[in-house]
């Protein structure tokens, strides 16, 4: 081995014995969730189911509770009784069709000078009539799919829904209580990401980099090091302190870090 390849190996040895960067420098932080919900309602009404509890990881998008839709539920069937009904188009319809083939009989017995012009004029106008008794009664199918569809929107919102995926951190409300808007469900947190906020020197303005790695290690009994993003670095320092703070955005898909844990986080600055 020649002395290049001696000194190549003692290099690496010595980068390899740091855990992080030779000029990394430490500072307290703490894991939170980087999302906190108190899930709130759209409308008001009665719980009538509840499917989660605390401590229960739920999907974004994940139904938590139902509100009683029963009133919602019979307009419904009303709406769509309404739009299976033909009746009110055909029967108009029906109508427009026998005028018109009056009044062509009638056009035809009016240019033999049979019968008299008030008479094609009476049909004419009841022609009218029925042509917009046709409309309305389209019209009024339109309205009730229009009915339908508003119902069934009312009907959905009464589903709730979990904003985030997160863990359920309080259930506050129970099957039967009235829930109106300035009521909490309950809290979820969102645990993926994680966000550890760190209260850093003043000397170290300046030499942190927004989007740089950093190295965060959980207090015991999670421990173990794991790497994060700095997303944030507060612009207003803390003069009592002589510090600011620093926000990191940590992975964690498999949710195996809790939050509300102390850590350390290390900086290579350079």
Known sequence: MTQSDIRLALTLIAVLAVPFGASATEAD???????????????TGLIAEILHDRGAHVAA????AR????????????????????AE???????VQLLETQLSRQQALLARQVIPAAT???????LLVAINDLRAARQNRLLAEVDLETTQAEKDRRTIRAPV?????????????FWSETASLMTIARLDPLHVEAIVDLSLHGRIDADSMAEVLPEAPVGGSHMARVSVIDPVFDA????????????N??????????CTVRFDIG
Do not use: H, K, W, Y
């Open 89 to 95: 188009i055909e029967a108009a319809q029906s109508r």
């Open 61 to 64: 998008g994940a139904v938590i």
């Open 29 to 43: 932080c703490v894991i939170r969730p980087s999302e906190v919900v108190n899930l709130g309602a759209p409308v």
């Open 240 to 251: 009592a302190s002589g510090t600011f703070g620093v926000r990191l955005v940590l992975p």
């Open 165 to 177: 995926s997160g863990v359920i951190l309080s259930r506050d409300m129970a099957v039967g209580e």
């Open 120 to 126: 094609v004029e009476e049909t004419e106008t009841a």
């Open 67 to 86: 509100l009683d839709d029963t009133l919602q539920d019979m307009a419904i069937r009303a709406a769509e009784a309404r739009l299976q009904s033909n």
């Open 253 to 262: 898909p498999d949710l195996a870090l809790p939050a509300g844990l102390r």
